[in-house]
C-alpha cells in the first residue's frame, strides 16, 4: 500500500500500481477485441461487395459468414473477461482501502473519533470507497483502450481510405479536448458535492440519534426544517452536476456524430465518382463510428473519475491525519495472573487549543487497589482516565507500569490488562450474551451468570424474553440507563482485567440504580485495581484512598473520613452536593 501523496488525483494514481497486473490484462483483452472487431468488420464488408456487386455464390461466402460468427462469440468471452478483471482491480483496491481506512479509524482513537461525526464517517468508508471502483474498473482501462484501439483502425483505414484517415486524424483530439475543458469544472463540483454529502450524513446521524432529547425538547419540526434545507442544498448541487454530465455528453456525442456523418458523405461522393471501390468504402463506414465509440465511452467514464477525486478528497484526509503513536515493543513487563503496580510521576497535558487539562500529576496505584478521583467539572479526571488507558499521551512525565514506561511496551498488550466501564457505555446491536463476550469470546454461560450476578444484572437479564440471547438493539435501546452501566460493568467482569477504569458510571442513575450500581462496583474491585471516576459521594465511600482534583493537579489524597475531617475541598464538595460529589 503507498503512502498517501498530498493530492488525491496523485493518491489515486499512486494506489493503482498494486492493480496494474488485473488492470493491464483488463486492457489488453480490450485492445484483442477492438483487434477482432477489425477484422469482423473486414468480413462482413468482403461479404457484402461480393454478396452484391461480385456475385459471388453464396456457398462461397459461408466461411466468412463462420468466421464473423466465431469472432462475434470469442468477442462475447473477451468482454466477459474485461469485465472480470476489472472487477478484481476495484475490489482489490476497495478491500485495501477499507482495511486501511479502519486501521487509521482505531489508531486515530476514541478521543478523535467524538469530535467527528460518525455519518460523515460511515459515508467515507461506505459510498466513498464505493466511488473508487468504477475509477479502477472502468476509467483507468479505458483510458488506453482509447489510445490503442483508435490508432489500431486508423492504421487500417489510413491505407486504404487517406481522405476519410485525416479526417478522423483531425476531429478526434476535439473530444478528448472538450472532455478535459468540462471535466475540470466537474472536479471542483463534484468535491463540494462529497463535502455537503458528508456534512448532511453527519447531521442526519446525529439527529436520528438524539431523536429524544428533541422530542423532549420540542425541537423537532426545527430540526425537520434544518434538514429539509440541508438536503434541497444537496438536491441542487447534485442537480448541478448532472447537468454538467448532461451537457459534456451531448457535446461529445455531437462531435462524433458530425464527424461520422461528414466521413460518410465523403465516401458517397467518391464511390460516385468512382474514386473508391464499395468494399473498401463500406469498410471505412462500419469502422468510423468503432473509431470514436472508446474516446465516446471515454467521455462517460471520466466522470468516474471526477466522482472518485471527489471522495478521494475526504479518505486521503482521513488516512494523513496524525495518530497516537505508541512505539514501544516490550511485551514482557505484564505478568498473567498478577495484578499490576501503576505509577504516573509528574504528567502534564495540554489539549490542541492550549487549555491544560493535567499540570504535575504524581500517583501510583497500588495492585488490587481502589482508588477514586473527584473534583469539581473540567479539573481534569476524564482526561487522566484517557492517560491511563491509553488514549491520550502525555505531553511531558512518566506513565510507568510495574516500573517500566508505557512508551517503552506494546500498546495493545496494555490494553488487553485494561477494561473500560464509560458514562454511557457502548452496547453493540446483537445479543446480551454477544456484548457479554467482546472481551472474552470463549466464556460460557456459567461465566457470564456469574458476572451479572456479581454486577446486579442477573434478575433483570433472566427477565429479558430469550435471556443471554435476547437481542438488545442498537445502544442497547431495551434497557434503561442503569441496566446498561450494570451489563458494562458484567462485561468488565468476564474479561476479568487485572485493571479497570469506571468512569462517572453514576452520574444519571436514581438511587435504586445507584445502590445497585454501588455493590456492582465492589465485586468489580475485588482482586483487581480499580480506578472510578467519582460523580456521587455513595461510589466513593468504600474506595481505599479519594485523590481530589482541581485545575488539573491533585490537591488533596486520603480516605473518605480523613478528607471529611481536614475540611478540605473534598469537604466542601460533598457538602455543596447534599451528598454528591460535583
Known amino acids: 500500500m503507498p503512502t498517501s501523496p498530498t493530492t488525491p488525483a496523485a493518491w489515486l494514481k499512486a494506489l493503482s500500481r498494486p492493480v496494474r497486473t488485473p488492470v493491464s490484462w483488463a486492457i489488453g483483452l480490450g485492445l484483442a477485441s477492438g483487434l477482432l472487431l477489425i477484422v469482423q468488420a473486414s468480413l462482413l464488408a468482403h461479404v457484402a461487395d461480393g454478396a452484391i456487386f461480385a456475385g459471388t455464390a453464396l456457398a462461397a461466402l459461408w466461411p466468412a459468414f463462420a468466421g464473423m460468427l466465431g469472432i462475434l462469440l470469442v468477442r462475447a468471452a473477451l468482454a466477459y473477461a474485461v469485465e472480470h478483471f476489472a472487477f478484481v482491480s476495484a475490489s482489490r483496491v476497495k478491500l485495501t482501502v477499507r ?43 479505458q483510458t488506453a483502450l482509447a489510445a490503442l484501439i483508435p490508432l489500431a483502425i486508423l492504421a487500417v483505414i489510413l491505407p486504404i481510405d487517406w481522405v476519410s484517415g485525416v479526417i478522423l486524424l483531425v476531429t478526434a483530439p476535439l473530444i478528448p479536448v472538450f472532455m478535459i475543458f468540462i471535466g475540470k469544472g466537474a472536479e471542483t463540483l463534484n468535491q463540494r458535492q462529497w463535502r455537503r454529502m458528508g456534512r448532511l450524513s453527519g447531521h442526519f446521524l446525529d439527529a436520528l440519534q438524539g431523536l429524544t432529547t428533541l422530542k423532549v425538547f420540542n425541537l423537532g419540526r426545527r430540526e425537520a426544517r434544518l434538514i429539509e434545507r440541508l438536503s434541497e442544498e444537496y438536491r441542487l448541487s447534485t442537480m448541478k452536476v448532472l447537468r454538467l454530465a448532461f451537457v459534456s455528453s451531448l457535446v461529445l456525442e455531437f462531435l462524433a456524430t458530425v464527424s461520422i456523418a461528414l466521413v460518410a458523405v465523403l465516401i458517397g461522393f467518391r464511390l460516385l465518382w468512382g474514386e473508391l471501390d464499395f468494399e473498401a468504402g463500406f469498410l471505412v463506414l462500419l469502422l468510423a ?215 462517572e458510571i453514576s452520574a444519571h442513575l436514581d438511587a435504586d440504580n445507584e445502590r445497585a450500581l454501588v455493590a456492582a462496583l465492589r465485586a468489580l474491585g475485588d482482586g483487581r485495581s480499580l480506578v472510578i471516576i467519582a460523580h456521587r459521594l455513595a461510589t466513593v465511600r468504600h474506595a481505599d484512598r479519594i485523590a481530589v482534583m482541581d485545575g488539573g493537579r491533585i490537591v488533596e489524597l486520603g480516605r473518605h473520613a480523613d478528607l471529611l475531617a481536614a475540611g478540605g475541598l473534598y469537604a466542601r464538595l460533598v457538602a455543596g452536593a447534599e451528598g454528591e460529589v460535583a
Open 289 to 503: 463510428p468503432e473509431f470514436y465509440l472508446p474516446l465516446r465511452n471515454m467521455g462517460g467514464v471520466y466522470h468516474a473519475r471526477m466522482e472518485a477525486i471527489g471522495a478521494a478528497e475526504r479518505i486521503v484526509e482521513l488516512l494523513e491525519t496524525p495518530t497516537l503513536s505508541w512505539p514501544g515493543t516490550r511485551r514482557d513487563v505484564l505478568v498473567a495472573g498478577e495484578v499490576p503496580r501503576v505509577e504516573l510521576r509528574d504528567l502534564h497535558y495540554a489539549y490542541p487549543s492550549g487549555d491544560t487539562a493535567l499540570a504535575g500529576i504524581d500517583l501510583t496505584l497500588a495492585p488490587g487497589e481502589t482508588l477514586a478521583v473527584v473534583g469539581p467539572s473540567g479539573a481534569g479526571k476524564s482526561t487522566l482516565a484517557l492517560l491511563l488507558l491509553g488514549l491520550l499521551k502525555a505531553d511531558r512525565g512518566t506513565l510507568a507500569v510495574n516500573g517500566v514506561p508505557l512508551e517503552a511496551q506494546a500498546i495493545d498488550c496494555w490494553r488487553e490488562a485494561l477494561a473500560w466501564v464509560p458514562q454511557q457505555p457502548r452496547l453493540f446491536f446483537g445479543t446480551v450474551r454477544d456484548n457479554l463476550c467482546l472481551g472474552r469470546a470463549d466464556a460460557d454461560d456459567a461465566m457470564l451468570w456469574q458476572a451479572l450476578e456479581q454486577a446486579q444484572a442477573g434478575d433483570f437479564v433472566a427477565a429479558l424474553p430469550q435471556g443471554l440471547d435476547t437481542a438488545l438493539g442498537e445502544r442497547g435501546v431495551r434497557l434503561s440507563g442503569g441496566e446498561a452501566q450494570r451489563l458494562a460493568i458484567a462485561r468488565a467482569l468476564v474479561k476479568d482485567a487485572p485493571v479497570v477504569v469506571a468512569d
Open 99 to 141: 482495511d486501511r481506512l479502519m486501521c487509521q479509524l482505531q489508531a486515530l482513537g476514541l478521543v478523535w473519533q467524538r469530535g467527528t461525526q460518525t455519518g460523515d464517517l460511515v459515508n467515507t468508508v461506505t459510498d466513498g470507497v464505493e466511488s473508487l471502483e468504477a475509477y479502477y474498473g472502468r476509467y483507468l482501462p
